[in-house]
């Protein structure tokens, strides 16, 4: 796998988009694995921006997003449906039947995962994952447990995740506890992976991609990918 460490969330934010760009072109009907939280905003409007100036076009894009948190419809303005909505979807020209998220309003979340994990093998897998990694190693949410869980699955989250995520939300209560994700089946099946990390997270890269592989830091899985690149901002 490759590190790439740059100066600044800037930088990460532009090279990032990049490397996506790139991804776009040499494939316009390409499958994008997208992720929400804080890191990817700046990536995402480097996108916008440079749809804007005509420089991509995502007309025949077809995009699967890792995650949803349970009980949350997508109008909801705390669910990532809305987050990717607001922040890439309606600022570019993807199709909006073309951009997939699992349904965290289902009522069977179990027939929705199932759902879930055969449309993103129907497309093909991700040519291209977009990932953020949690303060705990997660990816998606795929929590730290005892094994790799492969499939698409609901989790109940961890305290920490709990806790970082209740930044977001007016009061504690209101953070979901439970969400639905794509499992590391489809991330490490994705032809590139691309994760982006801030220096808020230097001590669980170290941990995640200098320490050993285990399910207790799911994110070490990638040092195992194929074709894995870190870009990690030491600002
Ligand atoms: C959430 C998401 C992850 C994301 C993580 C880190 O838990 N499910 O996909 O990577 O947060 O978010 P942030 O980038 O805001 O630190």
């Known amino acids: 796998m490759r590190i790439i460490e740059v100066e600044s969330y800037e930088k990460l934010s532009a090279l990032a988009a990049d490397i996506i760009g790139a991804q776009v072109l040499i494939k316009p009907d390409c499958v994008l694995g997208l992720a929400t939280g804080?890191?990817?905003?700046?990536?995402?409007?480097?996108?916008?921006?440079?749809?804007?100036?005509?420089?991509?076009?995502?007309?025949?894009?077809?995009?699967v997003n890792l995650d949803e948190y349970?009980?949350?419809?997508?109008?909801?303005?705390?669910?990532?449906?809305?987050?990717?909505?607001?922040?890439?979807?309606?600022?570019?020209?993807?199709?909006?039947?073309?951009?997939?998220?699992?349904?965290?309003?289902?009522?069977?979340?179990?027939?929705?995962?199932?759902?879930?994990?055969?449309?993103?093998?129907?497309?093909?897998?991700?040519?291209?994952?977009?990932?953020?990694?949690?303060?705990?190693?997660?990816?998606?949410?795929?929590?730290?447990?005892?094994?790799?869980?492969?499939?698409?699955?609901?989790?109940?989250?961890?305290?920490?995740?709990?806790?970082?995520?209740?930044?977001?939300?007016?009061?504690?209560?209101?953070?979901?506890?439970?969400?639905?994700t794509m499992g590391i089946g489809a991330i490490m099946k994705a032809k590139r992976v691309l994760l982006i990390a801030g220096a808020d997270k230097a001590e669980i890269v170290e941990r995640a991609f200098r320490g050993p592989v285990t399910p207790q830091v799911p994110a070490s899985i990638l040092q195992l990918h194929r074709d894995a690149t870190v870009i990690f901002s030491r600002a």
């Open 38 to 63: 804080s890191s990817p905003l700046g990536t995402y409007s480097n996108l916008v921006k440079r749809y804007e100036a005509g420089l991509l076009d995502f007309s025949r894009v077809r995009t």
């Open 70 to 180: 349970c009980g949350l419809k997508g109008d909801d303005p705390q669910s990532y449906r809305y987050f990717m909505d607001t922040n890439l979807f309606n600022k570019v020209n993807v199709k909006k039947e073309n951009t997939n998220l699992p349904d965290g309003s289902a009522g069977d979340m179990e027939a929705e995962s199932e759902r879930y994990e055969a449309l993103v093998e129907a497309l093909g897998w991700p040519d291209l994952q977009l990932l953020g990694i949690g303060q705990n190693g997660h990816i998606g949410f795929n929590e730290p447990e005892d094994t790799f869980p492969t499939k698409v699955h609901t989790v109940k989250l961890t305290e920490s995740t709990i806790k970082a995520n209740s930044r977001l939300f007016d009061k504690p209560e209101d953070v979901p506890t439970h969400a639905i």
